[in-house]
């Protein structure tokens, strides 16, 4: 146990404690410290009291000033609102064909639907809209199912294969590992990787061109060009949404692909739709 003695120096009595015959003078806090201790405590005081502090049950304390950030949130975005009314009524009414590039309305669709984007495509698309492996980057001119202001704005709207819009885009890529063979996938994958490509066996892709004139032709066309009213992509213009190495694209032509986008009409506002509808076409590659 510790004892506490007076040390001879100072004449300060010590903790009592001793580290390899170091001991600790037990000289009392400064009294500009403790009063700013005090004055702490006072002021936390105050703050639970004022402000919503203490959780319970259902929730916490309100406070008496009534204080929620919440609450700041909500009135700063009806004063946001309000500024921007006009705006908005504009954008609503307007015909997004024929808007004019350089207008207030354009630039403030943009801002807007930039706002939108971040928050609720970037997931996705990356916050630059580059796309990633199976999300489609939104910066070139390579569209599935159109590029102009009025196909971008519906997909939007209704999404891709989901099941919640009976309007959504739809299209299905037969799972070929069930009716072809393993041989048949392989030249058919090396004809697809002659559309784009100088490098490719050219007798076991000519044996490819005949399956996929039988069976891929329909809809992605006898030179392999997509057809955006069936959401089938290009196959000659060696941009790949999965990847267009061999074995990536005999993972597709085995398995197929089933990409989903969510009907955002259901979870926006028209007048968020229309603007980050806007925002995708002005970003470089809209039709």
């Known amino acids: ?47 639970t009291i004022a402000y919503p502090a203490w959780p319970m049950i259902s929730g916490a304390t309100q406070g008496m000033l009534g ?16 500024k921007n009314e006009a705006l908005v009524a504009e954008l609503v009414a307007a015909d997004l064909t024929t808007l004019p590039p350089s207008s207030d309305l354009h630039r403030y669709a943009v801002a807007r639907g930039g706002s939108v984007f971040r928050a609720q495509c970037s997931q996705c698309h990356g916050s630059g809209a580059a796309g ?6 939104l910066l070139d001119n390579d569209w599935l199912w159109g590029g102009d202001i009025e196909n971008i704005s519906a997909t939007i709207t209704h999404g891709v294969r989901n099941d919640t819009d009976l309007d959504a885009r739809y299209s299905e890529m037969p799972a070929y590992g069930d009716i072809f063979a393993e041989e048949e996938i392989e030249a058919v994958v090396e004809f697809v990787a002659s559309l784009s490509s100088t490098e490719f066996d050219t007798d076991l892709a000519q044996v490819g061109s005949e399956l996929f ?3 891929c032709a329909a809809c992605h066309g006898d ?12 196959l000659a213009d060696a941009i790949w949404l999965y990847g267009g190495d061999r074995d990536t694209l005999a993972e597709t032509v085995t398995n197929a692909r089933f990409g989903v986008m969510p009907a955002w009409g ?3 506002s028209d007048v968020d739709v229309r603007a980050v509808s806007v925002y995708v076409h002005a970003l470089g590659g809209g039709e």
């Open 1 to 47: 146990m510790s004892e506490r003695k007076i040390d001879d120096e100072t004449g300060v009595e010590t903790t009592g404690h001793s580290w390899d015959g170091i001991e600790e003078l037990n000289n009392p806090l400064p009294r500009w410290w403790l009063w700013t201790l005090y004055a702490c405590i006072v002021w936390a005081m105050c703050y």
């Open 266 to 268: 259901q979870r926006l």
């Open 213 to 215: 004139l039988d069976n």
């Open 67 to 82: 204080f929620s950030t919440r609450g700041q949130v909500a009135a700063d975005i009806v004063d946001h609102e309000a």
């Open 132 to 137: 990633a492996v199976g999300y489609p980057n």
């Open 223 to 234: 030179e392999g060009l997509g057809d955006q009213m069936l959401g089938a992509p290009n």
